[in-house]
């Protein structure tokens, strides 16, 4: 007779052996990457479900510092950056500084040497945290003026893989085609904020008004992704880990494949 102990250890030991099974179905697929022309605009997560998701990322800390970062999008990054292992990372808005903190925290856990690029119009939020810590670089300038901020002989000195973050929602299709000439196979785009269902914030209350869909940041990835579809595909891995598009980053885990 199986002891209740064994039994108990059967369950988790047959979820050690699934677990393999389960990522490898989809990581080792061969429809993994897929092409932006084969995504659907819409998400598996509906607005009940976003709505206490939404409400808790705007209370979310790192190292005490207020983060803007949705707590799925958190688990994926920190997924992707396990597997790529970036060593130079872009991130265009940085707020606080707490998500380029925790972007450099987690590559210092993961015992990959990396630095942390970080832009913002605005840099007196900023954490000394941030500011003072010499893996990370924060700049303040507008991304409209990207070229300036990283000029040619700059990004070509700067080691791959390359993950870069789109956070900052405006000028987002010159920053993807600025970036796009000096990226690396393997390198990718983490876009912010695509899905259309993201709610506007009042003092007391989420909304869900389709204010921020106006901003119409999904048309313009999908835009430049059809324009270099031979280069870019989506990595359904991580945008689908959740449900389809389980992410507010909708179609926004992109890896450079040429
Ligand atoms: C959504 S917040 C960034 C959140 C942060 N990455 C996080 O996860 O906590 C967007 C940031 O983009 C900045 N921003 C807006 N327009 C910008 C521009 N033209 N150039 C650079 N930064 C800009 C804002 O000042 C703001 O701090």
Same mark, same amino acid.
């Given at each position: ?9 059967? @369950? ?6 699934? +677990? ?24 598996? &997560? ?14 979310l800390?790192?190292?005490?510092i ?48 990396t ?22 670089t ?14 040619e ?8 893989p ?7 929602? +405006? ?8 970036f796009? &000439?000096?990226? &690396?196979?393997?390198?990718? +785009?983490v ?62 885990? @992109?890896?450079?494949?040429?």
């Amino acid at each position: 007779m199986v002891s209740v102990k064994e039994a108990e250890k059967e @369950i988790y030991y047959d979820a050690y052996k699934n +677990f393999a099974q389960q990522k490898d179905d989809v990581f080792l697929s061969p429809t993994r990457y897929q092409k932006i022309s084969a995504r659907e605009n819409r998400s598996d &997560q509906d607005i009940p479900c976003l709505t206490n998701l939404c409400a808790g990322k705007y209370k979310l800390v790192w190292r005490g510092i207020p983060m803007m970062k949705h707590s799925i999008d958190l688990i994926l990054s920190e997924q992707l950056l396990w597997y790529v292992k970036p060593r130079t990372i872009f991130e265009i808005g940085c707020y606080t500084g707490a998500s380029a903190l925790w972007l450099s925290d987690t590559m210092k856990k993961y015992e990959v040497e990396t630095h942390v690029y970080t832009v913002d119009l605005d840099t007196s939020l900023v954490d000394p945290l941030t500011k003072n810590n010499e893996n990370i670089t924060v700049i303040e300038d507008d991304v409209g003026n990207i070229s300036n901020i990283f000029p040619e002989e700059k990004l070509k000195s700067l080691p791959h893989p390359w993950y870069i973050s789109e956070d900052c929602h +405006f000028h987002v299709m010159n920053t993807l085609e600025y970036f796009h &000439q000096y990226m &690396q196979e393997g390198d990718y +785009f983490v876009i912010d904020d695509t899905s259309p269902d993201m709610p506007s914030y009042r003092p007391d209350t989420l909304v869900f008004d389709g204010e921020w869909a106006k901003l119409g940041k999904l048309e313009v990835l999908r835009d430049f992704l059809k324009k270099y579809e031979e280069y870019y595909r989506i990595d359904s891995y991580y945008t689908d880990m959740f449900g389809y598009n389980g992410t507010m980053n909708w179609n926004g885990y @992109i890896k450079r494949i040429k």
